[in-house]
């Protein structure tokens, strides 16, 4: 089992059979040794991919993705969840959240990414698949390539993994869950 896989088995808590809680180490008490490592393991996967930028979507996903970006030595862009009046050329699109169920705008300035970069996306969670969704709109928009996407967490059993294996995404997860049974997680497959 991966650092993350362990983390998850000791601290992250089963609340259904569809959400896991880490909210004591990922998702609002943020531990930085362990986004450190979550950082150097997708920097060390995707780096042959030749990123240019780093793309998350905010909160959750700000600290795995800049602890990439800073392994990379890239710039990380996160998308904003409202518009700031500071905000000159926005470029905006829908996300249904699977965890609030309901849907938001997420916008980011439009020369934040240019055509011709390469984006690396990052976040803590993969479900449904919609806040990808969103973000390769947010891309379409900007002209940019998508080079690959990478997930701390993954929950195989919805909707996102196959979505984005249709698109041939380069693709990678820490810690991708099969099940979650009884309040007991079972891996995909166990990361090294
Ligand atoms: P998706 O857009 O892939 O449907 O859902 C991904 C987003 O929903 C993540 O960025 C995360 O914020 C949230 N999310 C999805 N599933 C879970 C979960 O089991 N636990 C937590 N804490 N957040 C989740």
């Known amino acids: 089992m ?16 569809r959400i896991l809680k880490v909210d004591n180490f990922l998702n609002h008490t943020i531990d930085p040794q362990l986004m450190d490592q979550i950082g150097k393991a997708f920097a060390d996967y995707f780096k ?21 970006a800073l392994h990379l030595n890239i710039p990380v862009i996160y998308a904003k969840k409202a ?33 011709g970069d390469r984006v690396l996306f990052i976040d803590d969670f993969l479900a449904d698949g919609q806040a990808f969704k969103g973000v390769e709109d947010l891309m379409a928009q900007t002209g940019s390539t998508l080079c690959g996407c990478g997930f701390c967490i993954e929950k ?6 196959p979505y984005i294996e249709s698109k041939g995404y380069p693709f990678y997860s820490l ?13 995909l497959y166990v990361q090294n």
Do not use: H
């Open 83 to 115: 518009k700031p009046s500071t905000m000159d050329n926005p470029v905006s699109t829908e996300v249904f959240s699977f965890t609030k169920q309901k849907t938001y705008t997420i916008c980011m300035e439009k020369e934040a990414i240019v055509p």
């Open 156 to 161: 195989s059993f919805q909707k996102g993994r």
């Open 175 to 187: 810690a991708p869950i099969e099940k979650m049974v009884d309040g007991k997680i079972f891996w």
């Open 2 to 17: 991966n650092f993350l896989q362990e983390r998850i088995e000791k601290d992250g808590r089963v609340l259904s059979e």
């Open 48 to 68: 042959d991919t030749k990123p240019s930028k780093v793309l998350t979507i905010e909160s959750g996903g700000i600290a795995p993705a800049l602890m990439t």
